[in-house]
């Protein structure tokens, strides 16, 4: 059992529209983490959330998490296709930081074309 | 370049060889990691070591053997792999670890193929 549902698992768009990945749990997490990994490389770190309801932005990417810390988003604005990538989330389960398992999600497959 | 090196990047073996992996990282982390991708799976942890002992072992078989000699170096011994071992291992390492890391840097990973 996946303790992270990311949906979709595959989007496709054209350049220059929006998108919006999502992750959910049942359970409450203390931090949650988005990556992107680009084909044939390790994935890079987006940002970090922590406080329920935080929304941050980079650039055209806004991240928020959830008021209840169960579930985070991920919106793309103006989407270009070097958004291409496997966007993955990942957090640490449990109400503080003391304890509780790291774990990531399936990731959501996006795909930009020009 | 995020200061996290894996080698070798490709890697068939029989299900007889034994080989390894090697994993170095210049970000002077005290904590290193390896994860298994497989597709449309969660990666999954395997090892986590901190100031060079294993904190963390995600019941993995045996045929899986990490070391890390300092906490630069992490390696993963292979041997009498099965074809479902297939699959990308990266490497990753994060400042220290206390239950879950903070930011983790992650190597460009090895593609095993094991026939």
């Known amino acids: 059992t996946q303790l992270l549902e990311q949906s979709p698992q595959f989007l496709s768009i054209q350049e220059g529209e929006n998108l919006t990945v999502y992750c959910n749990s049942s359970s409450v997490f203390s931090s949650l983490q988005w990556y992107r990994q680009e084909p044939g490389e390790g994935p890079v770190l987006l940002v970090t959330v922590v406080t329920g309801g935080e929304v941050k932005k980079l650039k055209r990417l806004t991240f928020q998490f959830g008021d209840a810390r169960k579930d985070s988003s991920l919106h793309i604005t103006a989407a270009q296709p070097g958004d291409t990538g496997l966007y993955l989330c990942?957090?640490?389960?449990?109400?503080?930081?003391?304890?509780?398992?790291?774990?990531f999600g399936a990731g959501t497959q996006v795909v930009v074309t020009p | 370049e995020t200061g996290v090196t894996q080698t070798p990047r490709h890697l068939v073996m029989g299900m007889t060889n034994k080989k390894s992996l090697k994993c170095e990282q210049h970000l002077g982390h005290n904590a290193m990691y390896w994860y298994k991708q497989s597709a449309k799976k969660p990666l999954e942890l395997m090892f986590v070591y901190n100031f060079k002992e294993q904190t963390e072992n995600n019941s993995v078989p045996s045929r899986f053997s990490p070391e890390c000699p300092n906490s630069s170096h992490l390696f993963l011994h292979l041997h009498t792999l099965q074809p479902e071992d297939s699959a990308l291992y990266l490497c990753?390492?994060?400042?220290?670890?206390?239950?879950?890391?903070?930011?983790?840097?992650f190597g460009a990973g090895t593609r095993l193929s094991v026939l």
């Open positions: 990942a957090g640490k389960e449990g109400p503080d930081d003391s304890w509780g398992k790291f774990q």
């Open positions: 990753a390492s994060s400042q220290d670890y206390s239950g879950g890391p903070d930011i983790q840097y």
